[in-house]
Protein backbone atom coordinates (compact mmCIF):
# COMPACT_ATOMS: atom_id res chain seq x y z
CA UNK A 1 0.00 0.00 0.00
CA UNK A 2 0.95 3.24 -0.80
CA UNK A 3 0.78 6.18 1.48
CA UNK A 4 0.38 9.77 0.34
CA UNK A 5 -1.43 13.25 0.50
CA UNK A 6 -3.88 14.60 -1.44
CA UNK A 7 -5.22 18.47 -0.96
CA UNK A 8 -3.26 17.51 2.52
CA UNK A 9 -5.79 14.53 2.90
CA UNK A 10 -3.43 11.60 3.40
CA UNK A 11 -4.71 8.45 0.25
CA UNK A 12 -3.49 4.85 -0.24
CA UNK A 13 -3.69 3.04 -2.71
CA UNK A 14 -5.41 -0.29 -1.74
CA UNK A 15 -2.89 -2.98 -4.16
CA UNK A 16 -2.06 -1.74 -7.25
CA UNK A 17 -1.92 2.26 -8.51
CA UNK A 18 -5.29 2.12 -11.09
CA UNK A 19 -5.54 0.03 -13.80
CA UNK A 20 -6.08 1.24 -17.66
CA UNK A 21 -6.78 0.35 -21.08
CA UNK A 22 -7.65 1.69 -24.33
CA UNK A 23 -12.09 1.95 -24.70
CA UNK A 24 -12.33 -0.86 -27.54
CA UNK A 25 -16.33 -1.57 -26.96
CA UNK A 26 -19.21 -0.25 -25.07
CA UNK A 27 -19.28 -3.18 -23.31
CA UNK A 28 -16.19 -2.76 -21.52
CA UNK A 29 -18.29 -0.63 -18.89
CA UNK A 30 -20.42 -2.14 -16.47
CA UNK A 31 -21.69 1.56 -15.13
CA UNK A 32 -24.51 3.14 -16.07
CA UNK A 33 -23.02 6.94 -15.72
CA UNK A 34 -20.37 5.96 -17.71
CA UNK A 35 -21.91 3.98 -20.55
CA UNK A 36 -24.31 7.44 -20.99
CA UNK A 37 -21.71 9.08 -20.95
CA UNK A 38 -19.70 7.21 -23.81
CA UNK A 39 -23.58 7.25 -25.20
CA UNK A 40 -23.55 10.99 -25.28
CA UNK A 41 -20.17 11.62 -26.41
CA UNK A 42 -20.75 9.10 -29.77
CA UNK A 43 -23.71 10.54 -30.53
CA UNK A 44 -22.22 14.36 -30.39
CA UNK A 45 -19.08 13.09 -32.40
CA UNK A 46 -20.71 11.12 -35.05
CA UNK A 47 -18.73 9.90 -37.61
CA UNK A 48 -16.01 11.96 -36.52
CA UNK A 49 -13.06 11.11 -33.80
CA UNK A 50 -14.16 13.30 -31.59
CA UNK A 51 -17.18 15.98 -30.12
CA UNK A 52 -16.28 19.59 -29.90
CA UNK A 53 -16.57 20.46 -26.48
CA UNK A 54 -18.96 23.40 -27.72
CA UNK A 55 -21.09 20.63 -28.82
CA UNK A 56 -22.20 19.47 -24.83
CA UNK A 57 -24.93 20.55 -23.40
CA UNK A 58 -24.99 19.64 -19.35
CA UNK A 59 -28.63 19.36 -18.93
CA UNK A 60 -29.02 17.15 -21.23
CA UNK A 61 -26.94 14.70 -19.15
CA UNK A 62 -27.48 16.67 -15.75
CA UNK A 63 -27.04 13.76 -13.45
CA UNK A 64 -23.68 12.18 -15.09
CA UNK A 65 -22.31 15.79 -15.57
CA UNK A 66 -22.24 15.85 -11.52
CA UNK A 67 -19.81 13.00 -12.17
CA UNK A 68 -17.47 14.60 -14.58
CA UNK A 69 -14.58 16.87 -14.90
CA UNK A 70 -13.42 18.98 -17.94
CA UNK A 71 -9.42 19.76 -18.03
CA UNK A 72 -8.54 21.73 -21.08
CA UNK A 73 -4.45 21.34 -22.46
CA UNK A 74 -2.30 23.69 -21.49
CA UNK A 75 0.75 24.01 -24.22
CA UNK A 76 -0.17 20.61 -26.15
CA UNK A 77 -0.21 18.56 -23.08
CA UNK A 78 2.52 20.44 -20.65
CA UNK A 79 -0.35 20.99 -18.15
CA UNK A 80 -4.08 20.07 -17.83
CA UNK A 81 -6.13 23.02 -15.59
CA UNK A 82 -9.66 22.07 -14.56
CA UNK A 83 -12.27 24.27 -16.84
CA UNK A 84 -15.96 22.50 -14.83
CA UNK A 85 -16.24 20.12 -12.04
CA UNK A 86 -19.03 18.24 -11.19
CA UNK A 87 -20.43 18.36 -7.67
CA UNK A 88 -20.98 15.50 -7.19
CA UNK A 89 -17.25 14.92 -7.39
CA UNK A 90 -16.65 17.47 -4.62
CA UNK A 91 -19.24 15.28 -2.57
CA UNK A 92 -17.47 11.83 -3.47
CA UNK A 93 -14.13 13.21 -3.25
CA UNK A 94 -14.30 15.64 -0.40
CA UNK A 95 -12.62 18.91 -2.86
CA UNK A 96 -12.79 21.27 -5.09
CA UNK A 97 -11.08 21.14 -8.11
CA UNK A 98 -12.26 23.76 -10.83
CA UNK A 99 -9.50 26.17 -12.01
CA UNK A 100 -6.57 23.92 -10.64
CA UNK A 101 -4.09 22.57 -12.65
CA UNK A 102 -3.21 18.75 -12.11
CA UNK A 103 0.31 19.85 -10.21
CA UNK A 104 -2.10 21.77 -8.06
CA UNK A 105 -3.82 19.22 -6.95
CA UNK A 106 -2.64 16.04 -6.47
CA UNK A 107 0.45 14.54 -4.76
CA UNK A 108 3.28 13.73 -6.92
CA UNK A 109 2.26 10.13 -7.18
CA UNK A 110 -1.15 10.93 -8.60
CA UNK A 111 -0.30 13.46 -10.54
CA UNK A 112 2.30 11.49 -12.64
CA UNK A 113 -0.74 8.94 -13.03
CA UNK A 114 -2.56 12.44 -14.22
CA UNK A 115 -0.81 13.38 -16.45
CA UNK A 116 0.13 10.01 -18.33
CA UNK A 117 -3.57 8.83 -18.57
CA UNK A 118 -4.13 12.82 -20.09
CA UNK A 119 -1.49 12.45 -22.24
CA UNK A 120 -2.22 8.93 -23.46
CA UNK A 121 -5.60 10.31 -24.75
CA UNK A 122 -4.17 12.66 -26.70
CA UNK A 123 -1.27 10.94 -28.00
CA UNK A 124 -3.88 7.92 -28.88
CA UNK A 125 -6.91 10.27 -29.46
CA UNK A 126 -9.26 7.19 -27.70
CA UNK A 127 -11.29 6.60 -24.77
CA UNK A 128 -9.12 5.33 -21.96
CA UNK A 129 -10.92 3.49 -18.90
CA UNK A 130 -9.21 3.20 -15.46
CA UNK A 131 -10.48 1.39 -12.59
CA UNK A 132 -8.81 1.14 -8.59
CA UNK A 133 -9.23 1.42 -5.35
CA UNK A 134 -7.37 4.79 -3.46
CA UNK A 135 -8.60 6.68 -0.20
CA UNK A 136 -9.89 9.88 -1.85
CA UNK A 137 -11.12 11.64 1.19
CA UNK A 138 -10.39 12.47 4.65
CA UNK A 139 -13.17 9.80 6.00
CA UNK A 140 -10.30 6.72 5.71
CA UNK A 141 -12.33 4.32 3.64
CA UNK A 142 -11.17 2.86 0.36
CA UNK A 143 -13.50 4.05 -2.48
CA UNK A 144 -12.95 1.32 -6.09
CA UNK A 145 -13.45 3.73 -9.14
CA UNK A 146 -14.34 3.49 -12.61
CA UNK A 147 -13.48 5.98 -15.00
CA UNK A 148 -13.83 6.90 -18.24
CA UNK A 149 -11.42 9.53 -19.76
CA UNK A 150 -12.33 10.49 -23.14
CA UNK A 151 -10.84 13.49 -25.92
CA UNK A 152 -12.60 16.33 -26.85
CA UNK A 153 -11.82 19.37 -29.83
CA UNK A 154 -12.09 22.94 -29.35
CA UNK A 155 -14.14 25.25 -31.36
CA UNK A 156 -10.60 25.84 -33.37
CA UNK A 157 -8.44 23.67 -32.49
CA UNK A 158 -8.34 19.72 -31.97
CA UNK A 159 -7.32 17.87 -28.96
CA UNK A 160 -8.24 20.79 -26.85
CA UNK A 161 -10.01 19.29 -23.75
CA UNK A 162 -10.25 16.22 -21.91
CA UNK A 163 -13.35 14.70 -20.75
CA UNK A 164 -13.23 12.13 -17.27
CA UNK A 165 -16.39 10.75 -16.01
CA UNK A 166 -16.53 8.66 -12.56
CA UNK A 167 -18.15 6.52 -10.57
CA UNK A 168 -17.58 4.93 -7.51
CA UNK A 169 -18.36 1.33 -6.60
CA UNK A 170 -19.98 0.76 -3.26
CA UNK A 171 -18.04 -1.97 -0.67
CA UNK A 172 -19.92 -5.19 -0.30
Known amino acids: MSDEKLFGIDIEYSGEPPRRVFLESIDQLDSKRLITLYDYWNAKRGTRPRPRWDEFDLMEIHEVARFIHIRDVIHGGE ?67 ISLILPLDGTDMPLAHILTGLDFVKPT
Not at 80 to 91: E, H, I, K, Q, S
Not at 111 to 136: D, F
Request: proline content about 1%.
Open 79 to 145: EFVVRYWGTGLTDALGYEGTGKAIHEMYNEIMAKTAYQICREVLHSELPILSTGNVIWDSHKSFKKF
